[in-house]
Nanobody, 114 residues
């Protein structure tokens, strides 16, 4: 089993920044890609950004240029630096790890006020 614990969410004004962290523990050997997803009220969960164990990244068009995903393999932690936040970024952000199966964290709330 793999456990994922997110942190760093909160309330921020539009234009501000937040940094999310996701720490992985447990049977992490074999985890390759990790990523962030988000789900706003009444909407489906959507991809925000992913990063492979080799450092290749992928971003949703809506966040490209504003968000940066990074990974510290020594700490088994993935980060999401979010800059120039907009009210439409308000959502619960979930960390995901791909191994033998997909693992999800419990989510962290990000609220951006206008």
């Amino acid at each position: 089993q793999v456990q994922l614990v997110e942190s760093g969410g909160g309330l921020v004004q539009a234009g501000g920044s937040l940094r999310l962290s996701c720490a992985a523990s447990g049977s992490i050997f074999g985890i390759n890609a990790m990523g962030w997803y988000r789900q706003a009220p009444g909407k489906q969960r959507e991809l925000v950004a992913t990063i492979t164990s080799g450092g290749n990244t992928n971003y949703a068009d809506s966040v490209r240029g504003r968000f940066t995903i990074s990974r510290d393999n020594a700490k088994n932690t993935v980060y999401l630096q979010m800059n120039s936040l907009k009210p439409e970024d308000t959502a619960v952000y979930y960390c995901k790890a791909n191994g033998r199966r997909a693992y999800w964290g419990q989510g962290t709330q990000v609220t951006v006020s206008s």
